[in-house]
């Protein structure tokens, strides 16, 4: 809805607008959460080792969406149409719908962050997943429901505005804490505690992939730009910028506090962090930067989800019903299924005992089957060309450590997510009187509703937690 706003107004989306897409995307909550993950996982030097391989490995992702972007320019909705088009429809759906889904608990956990802030002063807000703090959110949840439901006509340009209110604070929190950086601090902080550092190193993989997750915002609205290469350009660029920040927020931080210290801070722990250097107003000034932020986000993944569900059931590879837009030209048949799902994530983390980070690696194991898919099909399509064949290979490897880094229990979490969705599968081939599944698409079919098994018995048997 952002960009097909836009494109009727005035013709179709800029390079600075689509770059203020993909900034915005991934600028949202993890960024604020960054020193307590970090120092919860590992020290100075596997958080240097860690930002290098995500760093390498999503730009290589990031050149995937730009290659893609200028030699298949007939794919639209990006990460969907590309796993579609190099591995059938069962698998694009797959995409899509694990795509939508990411989306929707990323936005959980956008909720539980909000509240996690207020609880600071607020105890009845706990840390984002008390009752009062859900009943909250899910008022939230269908507020914006209704206000993107009206129409938001000056969606990409707020977008524009947020991405930058939302980064003043972050970069004033950078410059602050490299003044007061000690070295004592930061070399006491290098080695870590606990764990070999490759553990050390795995353990924050989830967290990247959370943080960078956006990434091919772009490439999403990519039928609406105004010049097709700018869809790679925008990727690239937001994405470089995002990571600089990202990792001088983690890494400068260890010369604030010891990492113990910056293990046991709530939620958002930048706030901590900046608190500790100038006092309480450092913690007020994070959140009040923390709650625009994520407000934005929220609203701009709320749209892409919807745009996903939206442009794949145009193509026939969605129920038609996911088709329907109202008279002010929102989806809004797409917009409450994800705000439904919102809800229904939502509820779910009143019985998790850290809600963030649980919703936190479920957002990026979701997201991790689409990115494959789509390092998937430029490895298909790449053929000869040298430079196009060795991303493909390095992004294919990266999205395939990350699947083997998330764990078995996120994996199995996320086939309870996959599984109830084939419905939707099923009633797009029911409407178009098709075979419902081949051969192929039954057995991973079957194979993602054992999945999906194994892990309800898991959280039935409290071998899973969450």
């Known amino acids: 809805m952002t960009a097909r706003t836009e494109t009727s107004t005035s013709g179709k989306l800029s390079l600075p607008t689509l770059t203020a897409m993909v900034v915005g995307g ?130 990409a340009a707020i977008n524009r505005i947020v991405t930058i209110a939302k980064l003043v604070p972050i970069l004033l929190f950078v410059v602050i804490v490299a003044v007061a950086f000690k070295a004592g601090t930061f070399s006491a902080n290098w080695w870590g505690d606990g764990e070999g550092l490759a553990e050390q190193v795995r353990a924050t993989m989830l967290v990247t992939v959370f943080v960078f997750l956006g990434v091919e915002g772009a490439s999403v609205y990519s039928r609406y730009a105004r010049r097709r290469e700018d869809v790679g350009k925008a990727t690239v660029m937001g994405f470089v910028s995002v990571l600089a920040l990202f990792a001088s927020v983690s890494i400068l931080s260890y010369g604030v506090l010891p990492q113990t210290e910056l293990a046991e801070l709530r939620q958002p722990s930048m706030g901590g962090v900046l608190e500790s250097v100038v006092g309480p107003w450092g913690a007020v000034f994070i959140g009040i930067g923390l709650i625009v932020s994520v407000l934005g986000a929220y609203l701009a993944w709320t749209l892409m989800a919807a745009e996903v569900l939206l442009v794949a059931a145009k193509d026939d590879d969605m129920p038609r019903f996911l088709r329907r837009e109202n008279a002010h030209g929102a989806p809004v048949a797409a917009l409450v299924l994800t705000s439904a799902l919102i809800t229904a994530v939502l509820a779910v983390t009143l019985f998790s005992d850290d809600a963030f980070t649980f919703t936190l690696k479920l957002c990026s194991s979701l997201s991790l089957v689409p990115y494959l898919l789509a390092a998937g099909y430029a490895l298909k399509i790449a053929g000869g060309r040298g430079r196009e064949l060795v991303v493909a290979v390095l992004a294919v490897i990266y999205t395939a450590f990350l699947i083997v880094a998330a764990g078995l229990e996120f994996l199995l979490l996320s086939c309870i997510v996959y599984a109830p969705g084939t419905v939707l599968f099923v009633m797009t081939r029911r409407e178009r009187g098709g075979r419902i599944f081949s051969p192929a698409e039954l057995a991973l079919f079957v194979l993602v509703l054992a999945g999906a098994v194994a892990g309800i018995i898991g959280l039935a048997t409290g071998l899973i937690t969450i």
Request: net charge positive.
């Open 26 to 155: 991934m600028v949202g909550a993890g960024v604020f959460s960054l020193p307590r993950n970090f120092a919860q996982a590992t020290g100075v030097f596997g958080s240097m080792i860690a930002w290098a391989i995500a760093g390498f490995g999503m730009l290589m992702l990031a050149f995937v969406f730009q290659t893609l972007a200028v030699r298949k320019p007939d794919l639209n909705a990006g990460v969907y149409a590309y796993a579609k088009a190099g591995f059938g429809e069962f698998p694009g759906f797959f995409s899509a719908f694990g795509y939508w889904a990411s989306a929707c608990v990323g936005n959980v956990s956008y909720w539980v962050l909000i509240k996690s802030t207020i609880g600071a002063v607020v105890p009845g807000f706990g840390e984002g997943n008390t009752i009062l703090a859900v009943a909250i959110s899910v008022v939230g949840v269908w507020a914006f429901h209704y206000m993107i439901t009206r129409g938001v006509k000056e969606a």
